[in-house]
């Protein structure tokens, strides 16, 4: 009996899964970057910043918070890092493995097997970068409420492993898709870090890290529980994994539709 091409097939999901992490951990950059720029980058922050003590607000309560300046930049650069880390890793990941996808569905691999694996590798990989992240983020400075700020951590990195699967989705060359990713984060991690933030900008809830940076300095600094604030993080996720699925789809549906072209035009005996 021939399988509907959408049943879902536990062995092709799971075999896509390995293919997927193996293919993260054959990327030499990507497990430099997450093994000695995270604490590279935390400890930039610590030598770098100012040891005064630092008034900023809260949304949406605009609750202010009495934290040092050097405790703050390291929790923003450590959010710094793991968006560059997951989101360069997604992009080099989906990127290099575009041709082998589309060719794999033109075979006849099930594509939602191989959609699922992709995303479900997006949340394993980041669990794991907020994982280290945390235990480097911990040895170096005090920190309220530790399981709200790894969520927060786990956010930032979904969202921006997001950005990565749909920016592999998306560009056509290796070059365009670096310089979206590492503008984008730091450009983002840079207005949300209230030492730097010197001046009430509106629509800073619109980037991608807003959620995540608050729920991160409200867990790092405050007794209160930043929930709320993480789903921005999630819902940013979701969203550009819906559009990094839909692009991929729409990219190999023409050679799925040639192929079959192709077949029944091909005369039987």
């Known amino acids: 009996m021939t399988s509907h091409p959408m049943t879902f097939r536990p062995p092709a999901y799971i075999e896509m899964l390995r293919c997927t992490l193996l293919g993260h951990l054959r990327s030499r950059m990507a497990v430099l970057l997450a093994v000695a720029f995270i604490p590279a980058w935390i400890m930039v922050a610590r030598l770098c910043a100012p040891d005064r003590t630092l008034r900023f607000s809260l949304e949406p309560r605009g609750t202010d918070v009495l934290a040092p300046a050097n405790h703050v930049s390291q929790v923003v650069n450590a959010l710094a890092a793991v968006t560059l880390v997951t989101g360069f890793s997604m ?4 990127f290099k493995a575009g041709e ?21 590798a997006v949340a394993l ?6 994982v280290y992240t945390m235990a480097v983020l911990g040895s170096s400075l005090p920190v309220r409420q530790p399981g709200p700020l790894a969520l927060a951590v786990f956010g930032a990195g979904l969202a921006y492993g997001g950005i990565g699967l749909l920016l592999g989705s998306l560009v056509r ?6 310089f979206l990713v590492i503008m ?7 207005l949300q870090n209230p030492v730097l933030n010197v001046a009430d900008l509106t629509g800073l809830s619109a980037l991608p890290l807003y959620g995540a940076c608050q729920a991160a300095l409200t867990a790092a600094f405050t007794s209160r529980t930043p929930w709320s ?3 921005l993080s999630f819902a940013w996720s979701a969203a550009t994994s819906a ?12 050679h799925c539709r040639i192929a079959t072209e192709a ?3 091909t005369p039987h005996p």
């Not at 992009?91 to 989906?94: G, H, I, V």
């Not at 990989?125 to 907020?130: K, L």
């Not at 060359?173 to 670096?178: C, D, K």
């Not at 559009?243 to 023409?254: D, E, G, K, Q, S």
């Open 91 to 94: 992009f080099m990941e989906t």
């Open 100 to 120: 082998t996808d589309r060719r794999l569905v033109l075979a006849g691999y099930p594509k939602l097997q191989m959609l699922l694996a992709k995303v479900t």
């Open 125 to 130: 990989v980041t669990a794991v970068v907020a």
């Open 173 to 178: 060359g290796e070059l365009e898709g670096f």
């Open 184 to 190: 984008l984060s730091l450009v983002d991690t840079g």
């Open 229 to 231: 604030y993480g789903l």
């Open 243 to 254: 559009l990094a699925l839909l692009a991929f789809h729409v990219r190999t549906r023409p």
């Open 263 to 265: 077949l029944a035009e």
